[in-house]
């Protein structure tokens, strides 16, 4: 039985902090810690069958994270605060001798710049502890990387290509919103698109390619777009033998149309500008203005549809599998007072700490999710409330 800290208290923090109360056979305590510490309450009282502590943290400052870690003496630190807080709560965890995982690749908060290198570059220092990071541990990065693990390792091979593939079937009826932090889904989505094909990356053009995708189980044709997303990165490195790799993300024409007006008119820029004597950051001041994506949970309805097709050889013939998840927005909100989009993060990130409390999954050092047996995550993440699906050898058009 163990304690666990959860630092941010926003869409996913509130998803973790609901599935960690439901599995009370690895859970024995949790504290909720936050920048605001009401946010943090406010979900704790929807849980009214697990006493949540709550606390305020500045999770930018490695001395107070320090001494709440010291206060409440977790065995484990999950971290759905924001990409940018990453390495300070690395630096605490070390500091106090404590496991950490996150569902986000560190980000300089002044360049949209998405690898693994500056946690990757932890590795040493976490293994001289004896301590365990795991990176990535959402849906996608996360479940992404454990279905492209269980390609190889059960329906081919030898893998050779890989197909990301985010469908968001869902409508919250709002003229524009982000469906998880708006200043993060923003910089991710106008950021250059990197593929990797042949052991180099390509780079093109934010949301350049485009094609119609038909989806599965009566999700039907949306279309996809390529972009960059940072579990290509870790996938390339631990499976070696893929040679492509793509990731695609839908976004309706009206996301689009107004995505590119803001771009157009300067809101999406990351550096600071004066206003009235101030400097702002004109993305910053655009999330303050946006709905908050907690606020769409009950709002949204239909489905999320995430998965990875993945092609290689089996007994010597080239063959396709596709391995995925449906999630309906509505039962989420349901459950947990959230939309798919928090609870597909949430809930693996409560499974991959599962994991890693259990010992089902050890090391010492800094991982990715692809680097451990994929079945033994799967088998607790359904009935976690994720569902994995298979379409073993089905056709599908090269992408
Ligand atoms: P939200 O913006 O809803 O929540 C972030 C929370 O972190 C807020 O409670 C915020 O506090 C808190 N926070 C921000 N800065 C600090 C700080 N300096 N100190 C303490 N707390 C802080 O984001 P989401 O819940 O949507 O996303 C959480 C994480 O999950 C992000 O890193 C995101 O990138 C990741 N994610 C991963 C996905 C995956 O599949 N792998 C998919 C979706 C998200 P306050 O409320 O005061 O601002």
Redesign the pocket.
């Known amino acids: 039985m163990s304690k666990v800290l959860i630092?941010?208290?926003?869409?996913?923090?509130r998803v973790v902090t609901h599935k960690c109360a439901q599995a009370k056979d690895v859970f024995s305590a949790i504290t909720l810690?936050?920048?605001?510490q009401s946010?943090c309450d406010a979900i704790a009282a929807e849980i009214p069958d697990f006493p949540i502590k709550t606390a305020k943290?500045?999770?930018?400052n490695v001395p107070e994270l320090v001494a709440l870690i010291q206060q409440e003496k977790p065995q484990l630190v999950l971290n759905?605060?924001?990409?940018?807080?990453d390495l300070t709560i690395m630096d605490a965890c070390l500091e106090t001798g404590v496991d950490y995982l996150?569902?986000?690749n560190y980000e300089p908060i002044d360049t949209a710049k998405f690898e693994y290198s500056w946690q990757w570059a932890y590795h040493d220092r976490f293994k001289e502890k004896g301590l365990m990071a795991l990176l990535?541990s959402?849906?996608?990065?996360?479940v992404t990387n454990v279905y492209t693990a269980l390609a190889a390792k059960k329906y081919l091979d030898e893998i050779h290509e890989i197909d990301i593939i985010d469908a968001n079937a869902g409508s919250h009826g709002q003229p524009f919103a982000t469906n998880?932090?708006p200043e993060?889904n923003i910089r991710e989505v106008t950021a250059p698109c990197r593929h990797w094909e042949n052991g180099n990356w390509i780079e093109t053009p934010a949301l350049s390619t485009k094609h119609s995708f038909e989806f599965p189980d009566g999700i039907g044709p949306m279309n996809i777009y390529r972009m960059y997303h940072e579990e290509m990165e870790s996938l390339v490195k631990h499976i070696p033998t893929i040679k492509k790799a793509q990731f695609w993300m839908t976004f309706s024409d009206n996301y689009l149309k107004h995505l590119e007006v803001l771009q157009n008119i300067g809101m999406t820029r990351i550096d600071e500008v004066e206003y009235q004597g101030q400097k702002i950051v004109p993305l910053q001041f655009l999330k303050a203005v946006l709905p908050d994506?907690?606020s769409l949970g009950p709002l949204t309805k239909g489905r999320t549809c995430i998965g990875v097709i993945a092609r290689g050889i089996k007994d010597g013939k080239r063959k396709q599998v596709y391995i995925y998840n449906i999630c309906d927005h509505e039962a989420c909100y349901k459950e947990v007072n959230s939309q798919a989009?928090?609870y597909?993060?949430g809930v693996p990130a409560t499974v991959g700490a599962m994991m890693m409390l259990t010992g089902k999954w050890r090391g010492e050092g800094v991982f990715n999710m692809e680097q451990f047996d994929p079945e033994l995550f799967l088998d607790v993440l359904a009935p976690m409330g994720l569902p994995t699906q298979v379409i073993d050898g089905g056709e599908w058009p090269e992408l």
């Open positions: 630092i941010g208290a926003g869409g996913v923090g810690a936050s920048r605001t946010k943290v500045d999770a930018d759905v605060a924001l990409p940018y807080q996150d569902t986000a990535g959402g849906f996608d990065p996360g998880f932090n993060i994506p907690g989009i928090s597909t993060t």
